[in-house]
């Protein structure tokens, strides 16, 4: 059995304070909060609430500032090879001079 003093019986309704106490330490200055994250969102405005009331935190502005510094330089990687291999194909079968042998092996007129 759990001594009484070691057991908590809580609801999230109650907030932070039950909690603090129980753990012996300092409510925190945030409100405490009030969606649950891992149900699946309704729309994308509830979605991008979620992210906007995650930004007001010091620990959702770090997360997403990570995910900023990891996706942006991959976009733009992917992004440049895309081009790169567009602008390839472009130049081996729409800029051919004439009587050059174009990439199937025929001439171009």
């Known amino acids: 059995a759990i001594p ?8 999230v309704k109650q907030g932070w304070a039950p909690l603090c106490e ?14 649950d994250g891992t149900k699946p969102q309704a729309s994308i405005a509830s979605a991008i609430n979620l ?4 930004l007001q935190t010091e620990h959702g502005r770090m997360a997403w500032f990570g995910i900023f510094l990891l996706w942006v330089p ?4 992917g992004l440049t090879c895309f081009c790169c291999l567009c602008c390839g194909v472009c130049r081996r079968c729409c800029r051919r001079k004439s009587g050059e ?8 007129d």
């Open 4 to 11: 009484p003093d070691r057991l908590l019986v809580y609801s």
């Open 22 to 35: 129980f753990l012996g330490v300092p409510v925190p200055e945030i409100q405490f909060p009030k969606k």
């Open 51 to 54: 992210v906007v009331d995650d």
């Open 74 to 77: 991959i976009s733009v990687v």
């Open 101 to 108: 042998i174009d990439w199937k092996g025929g001439k171009s």
